[in-house]
């Protein structure tokens, strides 16, 4: 995180590489829903970019990261991180709608 509360995704994918990831209950129910393995949401977010940040989600700011799976599907994980314990934490992750989402990148209004 920045001095503005920014999340930053570099933080987020250390944390990914060494292993400190926290997975909500959320998360876990989404993927399943989903039918997403945590490698794809992994490797979605570790080659994935920032499209919306969160900063007043508590306890940490999050972000939402639009990534793909390694076949190409389109997958919106959000992350938050601790500073403290440089750990990330997976709030949640799904396939977007494209009937909410343009390009998968920006919300229709």
């Known amino acids: ?18 292993g400190r990831v ?22 979605s977010a570790l080659h994935g970019e ?3 940040e ?14 793909q799976t390694f076949g190409g599907d389109p997958v919106h994980s959000v992350w938050a991180y601790n500073e403290k314990n440089r750990w990330a934490v997976l709030i949640t992750v799904y396939r977007p709608d494209p009937n909410l989402w343009i ?4 919300r229709k209004r």
């Open 103 to 106: 390009g998968c990148k920006l």
């Open 54 to 67: 969160y900063q007043d989600d508590s306890p940490y700011p999050s972000v939402l990261i639009f990534g």
């Open 22 to 43: 926290r997975i909500t209950d959320h998360a876990y129910e989404e993927a399943n829903a989903d039918r997403l393995k945590f490698d794809e949401i992994y490797f």
């Open 50 to 52: 920032v499209i919306e």
């Open 1 to 18: 995180m920045d001095e503005k509360g920014h999340v930053e995704l570099a933080n987020i994918t250390e944390a990914i590489q060494g």
